[in-house]
């Protein structure tokens, strides 16, 4: 046995020893790539994809989570954080039906349900007003996901102290919601009045002018005022104020966001209302034919009077004046002559309007719209930006009132509308679940190994044509050599003889395997 490990040892060090440079380079750099190749195929098929299974609750839930995986024979990971747990992706949906059949998860989201389950009669009373307020707020913040547009909702909930005198003051509670809504969506009116009277309804003595509810871009939802009193106190100004604002912002967010992206711009809109409420009566008389200035006739009388012939010379003193001023009568020497009068009464009607005009307020005097996009020069080319500018000049233009604006207002456009393009450092979305990114590095091994690989596949396919090559010109050489013995009857050939020149030749052309020969024949003796 040593014999033989000594015969390979030997073997494979002449086989070594017998290679030209290039092809010991060859030997190492194919072994290693292979090595490698091996190595990354088995790391890469071996790994498991880790994918999200819950996310959202507390730690300590996590950890019940992870016991129970863990007593299952479960692999799991915890995101950075604490608040998720990642599991093997095809393992993902048996474990939520198995884990949700033994109550998982729990914490963090007690419903009524829970609430039947922990109530005993070993509860003290702020263990129960606990477990109440806990499965309370769930059941809002389920009724409120059933909202179209609600993919996700929190809701806090603050309750007075009951005082313990019948006559002290009962404080109203308060409710804090936040939801999580689909990019884009517009809640209406009603959406809007059916999420405060959820809240409202579930909650004693909480009113909803006691109601916050914002999303997750920090937009806030106010309830519809149905007052009709304009103007009555600067609260409400400020109100309608930041409604028209909300709107104009919202329009302008999802219309950009459409373009560019919703994470990528930023919107603000600021406007001055007019709040003027103006009462006035106007009494006013006007042609009913506007350009000849006439009116309808509604009665008409003419007059005429003709005279024809002599007549008596006119005499006599008037009554109205004296009689010895003769220069206030002319007395004439003939009554021969023509008389004409013609005399027309006319009674138009005229246009007689009466108005009683109210002028409403919230009139918009002036806007100005910032926008601020997430980019460089590169990003946001300036045709984008022009777009941009053009767009939000037109709705400056619609949704201001031209009179309450002024004639300086088209002037003065340029400097009322604001688009700036710079980089943005990002913001963390609470809602995002982690994700599972591979490295750089590991598309760097994988293409520096292709690159070997192909390397390796050159090199073979050469070396194997160069070694085709030298062995027809090895075997031409035998067949030549073949032909190039003696005369048989120079000498007398014998069974020794052609031995010797059997070795000879053997020794001449083949030097390595006449050595194995000698080595085999010394070891044997």
Same mark, same amino acid.
């Given at each position: 046995m040593n014999e033989r490990l000594a015969k390979i040892r030997t073997d494979l060090k002449e086989f070594w020893t017998g290679r030209t440079k290039k092809q010991k380079i060859t030997y190492v750099v194919s072994a290693a790539a292979i090595i490698l190749i091996a190595a990354f195929l088995t790391f890469y098929l071996s790994r498991t994809n880790y994918v999200t299974l819950y996310k959202d609750v507390s730690r300590a839930e996590i950890g019940r989570i992870k016991e129970q995986l863990d007593s299952q024979g479960v692999s799991s990971k915890i995101a950075p954080g604490g608040s998720?747990?990642?599991v093997p992706q095809e393992r993902v949906d048996d474990l939520l039906v198995s884990l949700a059949a033994e109550g998982f998860p729990s914490s963090g989201a007690p419903g009524y349900a829970f609430f039947f389950e922990n109530a005993g009669f070993g509860t003290t009373d702020n263990e129960f007003d606990m477990i109440k307020l806990g499965a309370t707020q769930t059941e809002l913040a389920n009724l409120l996901k059933g909202i179209e547009g609600v993919q996700d909702a929190k809701v806090l909930i603050t309750l007075p102290k009951q005082g313990v005198f019948m006559?002290?003051?009962?404080?109203?509670?308060?409710?804090?919601?936040?939801?999580?809504?689909?990019?884009?969506?517009?809640?209406?009116?009603s959406q809007i009045t059916a999420l405060y009277n959820l809240v409202s309804n579930g909650v004693s003595n909480l009113s909803k002018e006691d109601i916050t509810i914002v999303n997750q871009y920090s937009e806030s939802f106010d309830l519809a005022t149905t007052s009709n009193t304009y103007g009555a106190s600067i609260t409400d100004?400020?109100?309608?104020?930041?409604?028209?604002?909300?709107?104009?912002?919202?329009?302008?967010?999802?219309?950009?966001?459409?373009?560019?992206?919703?994470?990528k711009v930023i919107v603000s809109v600021t406007t001055d209302i007019d709040f003027k409420l103006e009462n006035r009566?106007?009494?006013l008389v006007l042609p009913v034919d506007e350009e000849s200035m006439e009116g309808i006739a509604l009665s008409v009388q003419r007059?005429?009077?003709?005279?024809?012939?002599?007549?008596?010379?006119?005499?006599?003193?008037?009554?109205?004046? =004296?009689?010895?001023?003769?220069? +206030?009568? %002319?007395?004439?020497?003939? &009554?021969?002559?023509?008389?004409?009068?013609?005399?027309?009464?006319?009674?138009n009607e005229v246009n007689r309007i009466r108005k009683e005009i109210v002028e409403s307020p919230y009139k918009i005097r002036d806007i100005g719209i910032q926008v601020m996009v997430d980019g460089d020069g590169d990003t946001v080319p300036a045709e984008l930006k022009g777009e941009i500018e053009n767009i939000l000049k037109t709705i400056a233009r619609t949704s201001v009132d031209k009179e309450a604006a002024?004639?300086?207002?088209?002037?003065?456009? =340029?400097?009322?509308?604001?688009? +700036?393009? %710079?980089?943005?450092?990002? &913001?963390?979305?609470p809602f995002a679940a982690p994700q599972t990114v591979i490295p750089l590095w590991v598309y760097i091994v994988g293409a520096v190994l292709l690159l070997i690989i192909g390397v390796l596949i050159f090199m073979f396919f050469?070396?194997?044509?160069?070694?085709?090559?030298?062995?027809?010109?090895?075997?031409?050489?035998?067949q030549l050599a073949t032909f190039d013995v003696d005369d048989i009857n120079s000498e007398l050939e014998t069974e020794g003889t052609v031995r010797r020149k059997q070795l000879e030749k053997m020794a001449k052309e083949k030097p390595e395997e006449f050595a194995k020969l000698l080595r085999t024949w010394i070891a044997e003796e």
């Open positions: 998720a747990i990642l006559n002290d003051t009962t404080q109203n509670a308060t409710a804090s919601v936040m939801l999580k809504t689909n990019p884009g969506h517009q809640f209406t009116e100004q400020m109100t309608v104020k930041k409604t028209i604002e909300r709107d104009l912002q919202r329009q302008i967010q999802m219309m950009l966001g459409t373009m560019i992206g919703q994470d009566e106007e009494n007059i005429t009077e003709t005279f024809t012939g002599d007549g008596a010379l006119a005499g006599g003193t008037p009554m109205a004046e =004296d009689g010895t001023d003769n220069a +206030s009568l %002319q007395e004439g020497t003939m &009554s021969n002559g023509d008389y004409e009068r013609l005399e027309e009464t006319v009674n002024g004639l300086n207002f088209e002037e003065d456009l =340029d400097n009322k509308v604001i688009v +700036s393009v %710079q980089p943005f450092n990002g &913001s963390a979305d050469r070396s194997r044509r160069k070694a085709r090559e030298m062995g027809e010109e090895t075997i031409i050489e035998e």
